[in-house]
């Protein structure tokens, strides 16, 4: 049976354009998306439309996305890591 641990998700490596590599928690990534939803509810994606709260739709990313398109040059993106073994 695999060990639980292989299925938590506590840190991100996080690229985002012009901005050097960042490893973040998953409280970190979620305000991060905050921060930048919080600044778009006018354009947000179909699927982001549906939940009431930036919180929400933050978390909603986390958990189902590694992108978000940020406009035409412009990304963010994020991968799970695992710190130890």
């Known amino acids: 049976m695999p060990d639980s641990i292989m ?3 506590d840190h991100y490596v996080v690229l985002e354009s012009n901005q050097p590599e960042q490893l973040l928690t998953v409280a970190e990534l ?3 998306l905050e921060s930048i939803l919080s600044e778009r509810q ?3 994606p179909r699927d982001l ?3 009431s709260t930036i919180s ?3 978390e909603y990313l986390v958990k ?3 992108d978000f398109d940020l ?3 412009k990304y963010l993106q994020w ?3 695992r710190l130890e073994k």
């Open 42 to 44: 006018d354009e947000l």
């Open 71 to 73: 406009g035409p040059g």
């Open 30 to 32: 979620q305000q991060k």
């Open 49 to 51: 439309q549906k939940f």
């Open 79 to 81: 991968y799970a890591v």
């Open 56 to 58: 929400q739709q933050a």
């Open 64 to 66: 189902t996305c590694c």
């Open 7 to 9: 299925y938590e998700e």
